[in-house]
């Protein structure tokens, strides 16, 4: 599963920046990585893990702007087309998960 968080904020006033900013460093703090500006995504290996994570993410969305979350599955995720310009590229690998014996 992939988690996006994408998120339009105001940033009128010194403290809406710092908002932002304070949101969007603590999506990077719990492993997100940006992949346009205010579109930030991880991979979970779980539907469940990603569950947990919407709830972390409920509890630290500034009070003012819009944000929405969507779960996709690694299928969805290979399909998506990703240009730079005219250039078509391959999206993000998910990361390589760790097997337990």
Known sequence: ???????????????????????????????????????????????????AQRNKIRAIMPSKGQVRLISITDRQFGKMEVFQGKTRSKPENPPQQMTFF
Do not use: C
């Open 1 to 51: 599963m992939w988690l996006f968080v994408m998120f339009d904020l105001p940033t009128d006033t010194k403290a809406d920046r710092k908002r932002y900013s304070n949101f969007r460093k603590a999506l990077v703090s719990h492993g997100f990585s940006m992949l346009q500006f205010s579109i930030y995504a991880r991979y979970y290996g779980s539907e469940e893990s990603s569950d």
